[in-house]
């Protein structure tokens, strides 16, 4: 399985505090190697899902073969940024 991670996620994780950054990257080798990770599909969104870790989530997408980091951020405002982004 393939994992790709948006320059948009990338901006946003350098933006958190360090203890957070390497806790949301261990979460997400995770999400290559095991196929649950206790991610939760977003209702209004198709293949989207997301994952909590503490106040931040990890929006993805999950394809067959490839899962796509599309944005890292606190709960308050991940899900604005989404609508925005997707529309």
């Known amino acids: 399985m393939r994992l ?3 320059s948009h996620a990338k901006k946003q994780i350098k933006k958190l505090p360090k203890a957070s ?9 995770k999400l290559v190697v095991d ?3 206790g991610e ?5 969104y198709k293949n989207f899902y997301r994952i909590r870790v503490g106040v ?5 997408i999950k394809l ?3 899962v796509e980091v ?18």
Not at 21 to 29: E, L, T, V
Not at 40 to 44: D, T, V, W
């Open 70 to 87: 599309v944005l890292i951020g606190h709960r308050r405002e991940i899900y604005l940024l989404l609508k925005k982004l997707v529309g």
């Open 21 to 29: 950054q390497i806790i949301i990257a261990r979460k997400i080798r």
């Open 40 to 44: 939760e599909k977003l209702s209004g």
């Open 56 to 60: 931040y989530r990890i929006v993805f």
């Open 64 to 66: 067959p073969n490839e």
């Open 4 to 6: 790709t991670i948006t």
């Open 35 to 37: 196929s649950v990770v």
